[in-house]
């Protein structure tokens, strides 16, 4: 769907019909306000009913961390970097003492020991900057994951979705101004 509008009010749209014609989809128009207020509250429904366990809460969970923490997630990659980067450095003093005979023993020894010393600590770093908050109690109560959602932009929205979404189905109005509730309309397959 598309969505299309402006001071009459905002509407999604069959991207379908609007491409291919009324011949190819009977098409479908909904206020993208009507139908966000009921995915909004299918998904926080769902999410809080989820277990400590599930897969899809841990998914939502890794993902928020890294929307929320950008600079921690920047570190982290850089950490990571660095330390492929250390581990590249003694892999080429361990080849160039054992299989070229380039370093003297002493000298060899003094360089990986400084490397091994860089990579414990780089090794230390990144195990810190992997650990997350425990967030899976957030995301028990509901009030607070309400508060968060309505903070988010809609592509962290659409991402937060997705981690629990397979398909998202909304059935055509029988009629013009049916007043079928929203939420009977909406079909939901749940990843978890």
Known sequence: MNGSGGESGRF???RTRATFGKDACPGLVVRAGRLDAATEAMWLNHVTALEYDDPGLDAIVRRWSVLHNVEREARRK???AALDAANSRRDKLEHDFYVEGALSENRFKALTAEQTSVID???????????QADLTIFFGDGEALADA??????????????CVVKSLTVTPARY??????IMDRIS???VA
Do not use: F, N
């Not at 959602?149 to 997705?162: A, N, V």
């Not at 013009?176 to 509730?181: I, L």
């Open 12 to 14: 999604y749209r069959c």
């Open 78 to 80: 850089e950490v990571m």
């Open 121 to 131: 600590s780089l090794e230390r770093e990144a195990t810190e900057l992997s650990r």
């Open 149 to 162: 959602w309505k903070e988010s932009t809609i592509q962290d929205r659409r991402m937060l979705l997705g």
């Open 176 to 181: 013009q101004g049916d007043s079928t509730p």
């Open 188 to 190: 939901i397959e749940w």
